[in-house]
């Protein structure tokens, strides 16, 4: 321990709070929250017995900075907040985890219509998550089919609208095409949408009745290939009731979440019950440096249903502050939810097949975790060795540019953060100031437009990165190089990446760094090169694209800027214009019978 932190240690308030670790390089490692900042943060510096990652995590501690709170509450929003913008090495981050579809019922509107979503807002009622190979697409068909809502997107007005497939299928009562018709039909529609929530709430022998009557219907009429079809939606309700679970309520929706841990990797599972069915399940591997397992599982929750449908229960083995949990989500998801660690009966059971299941992916998963962190955490501090760098490389950015003879010039950033790809953090620039092909004038250009944002009210979009790569040679690093000491940029080391054979140049060496080419420290700058060239290459040919988008309309009399415009609103693409019937060009607005026969002439003879 230095004398830095011995120091804070002794001025810490006895005050609810967070907290922040942070390494020699001044890069964030940990977050965490505290009802006694005093008490909490002083345990990690006593000589206590710790596990190994606890351990390896106190280690790299070089000095800590804290944040009073009113309450623990605000403690917990705010540790959060930090936890997503610094994205701390030993917190569990679950950025790769995958959302389950929902199917969201928006009784919001008059006429409620039925749509698939992976997000959860506050309106509207939603129902799943639909996993375990019940397909979202399936429970839509069943909702129209049985009990003929609508499913489109459709706005619905005074005026009525034409009538549309489904309406002429029997699948839709069409809303949109007989608002007109007053109390009697919204009464009519109401009660429909009634069955249907019910039965997404699990009354199901409904929907299944009607089907069976359908499928033996199509049957005997010989629409064979139709009958098949309700067929395998009856079997869908089948499956549906099989994996309805008989001990438990079936009006109780369940999360539950067990944790398993060999002191340095860790596991989560979690099995999902809805309405007394068994859902499914999914499985985290995580890397975490927690100081009980009751901490890692409250993280665990925490950060999971941020982004996902809280449930009336969540069943879990003592959850560490489970009372602060719910009051949590209750103030910031405005829904009461009960944290449970059951000793026995149907959730207990359901808890020790969780832990099984967590005990069964921790030792099948390690060699995978261990693969991850030689290819990201590990490969950066390698990296630092190897290239002889001022800072862990938290953040590094890859610049490269594309074009073809000086056309449509365009630069690309793509971002890593801790070795993983950051895609929401990537960036394109449309070259504006360079004549002809000139990748060097282009570079400048783009280094130049993006470090003109550090220190300004951007850079927390935008934020300084430590190491910035450069897809070149030396000739690409000089000329970056002579904007850095044009802008007065420090704290940020440079290199680049020559693709021959793959070279790396730097500022401090006066020759070229060969790596290992198994080095996973090489193969990271490999994937961040590739990403770089891979948006660059999309972009420019995007705007190829558009341009001669533009050319090719130029040479149809009577297609302006607006009429090109409502086409590609309509069909997407050239091709998909150009394979349009001329019925179906006409009916764009603003085009007609005379120009949708020009148009079709035109692309049949040219594309």
């Excluded at 006895?14 to 490692?29: A, K, L, T, W």
């Excluded at 070259?431 to 220190?455: C, H, M, P, Y």
Aim: proline share 2%; with cysteine.
């Amino acid at each position: 321990m230095n004398g830095i932190i011995a120091e804070k240690l002794k001025m810490l308030p006895e005050r609810p709070g967070v907290y922040v670790m942070r390494d020699e390089s001044d890069v964030v490692i940990y977050v965490g929250k505290a009802r006694v900042l005093k008490n909490r943060v002083r345990q990690y510096f006593q000589n206590n017995v710790k596990s190994e990652k606890v351990a390896a995590m106190v280690a790299r501690i070089a000095d800590f900075s804290y944040i009073i709170t009113a309450t623990e509450i605000d403690a917990l929003a705010l540790e959060n907040n930090l936890i997503k913008k610094y994205k701390p090495k030993y917190n569990i981050l679950l950025k790769d985890d995958k959302t389950y579809p929902y199917i969201k019922a928006h009784t919001n509107e008059k006429f409620p219509r039925f749509s698939v979503t992976r997000k959860i807002t506050k309106e509207g009622k939603y129902f799943g998550p639909f996993m375990g190979g019940i397909r979202c697409k399936d429970v839509l068909d069943i909702l129209s089919l049985v009990y003929n809502v609508r499913t489109c997107a459709v706005s619905i007005g005074e005026k009525p609208k034409k009538p549309c497939l489904a309406a002429h299928l029997g699948r839709c009562l069409a809303p949109c095409a007989r608002v007109c018709e007053g109390k009697e039909f919204e009464k009519t529609y109401a009660a429909a949408v009634k069955r249907a929530l019910a039965f997404l709430d699990g009354d199901l022998d409904e929907a299944e009745a009607v089907l069976n009557e359908k499928m033996r219907k199509f049957a005997d009429e010989e629409e064979f290939e139709i009958a098949m079809d309700y067929r395998e939606k009856a079997k869908m309700i089948e499956k549906l009731k099989l994996k309805r679970i008989t001990s438990l309520n079936r009006f109780i929706d369940a999360d539950v979440v067990a944790y398993k841990t060999n002191r340095l990797y860790s596991a989560v599972s979690l099995l999902i019950t809805r309405k007394g069915v068994m859902q499914g399940g999914s499985n985290f591997a995580l890397e975490e440096a927690y100081e009980s397992d009751g901490a890692a599982v409250a993280a665990f929750i925490s950060r999971y249903y941020e982004t996902h449908e809280l449930p009336q229960e969540i069943v879990a083995e003592n959850v560490e502050n489970a009372a602060l949990l719910e009051e949590y989500f209750e103030k910031t998801q405005g829904k009461k939810v009960k944290i449970v660690s059951p000793k026995q009966g149907v959730k207990r059971a359901l808890l020790n097949m969780a832990e099984k299941n967590a005990e069964d992916f921790l030792l099948k998963s390690v060699d995978k975790i261990k693969h991850k962190d030689d290819m990201t955490t590990a490969a950066c501090e390698r990296l630092q060795q190897l290239l002889s760098l001022s800072r862990y490389p938290r953040r590094i950015e890859c610049y490269d540019i594309s074009n073809i003879s000086g056309v449509d010039k365009v630069g690309s950033m793509a971002v890593f953060v801790n070795g993983e790809a950051e895609k929401t953090a990537y960036r394109r620039f449309r070259i504006k100031t360079v004549e002809g092909a000139n990748d060097f004038a282009s570079l400048q250009e783009v280094l130049r437009r993006r470090l003109a944002k550090l220190s300004t009210s951007e850079e927390e979009k935008f934020p300084k990165p430590d190491l910035i790569v450069i897809d070149g040679g030396k000739g690409q690093l000089s000329a970056v190089k002579e904007i850095f000491d044009e802008t007065h940029t420090e704290g940020i080391d440079l290199v680049s990446l020559a693709k021959r054979e793959e070279e790396v140049f730097t500022l401090t060496q006066s020759e070229s760094v060969v790596i290992d080419r198994r080095d996973y420290a090489l193969k990271m700058l490999q994937r961040l090169r590739d990403e770089a060239h891979r948006f660059a290459i999309t972009y420019f040919r995007t705007l190829h694209d558009k341009r001669n988008l533009t050319s090719r309309f130029s040479e149809i009399e009577g297609v302006g800027k607006e009429k090109r415009k409502a086409l590609l609103n309509e069909f997407k693409t050239v091709e998909n214009i150009a394979q349009a019937s001329e019925e179906s060009l006409a009916r764009v607005p603003g085009i007609g019978e005379k120009l949708a026969r020009n148009i079709k002439k035109y692309f049949e003879e040219n594309f």
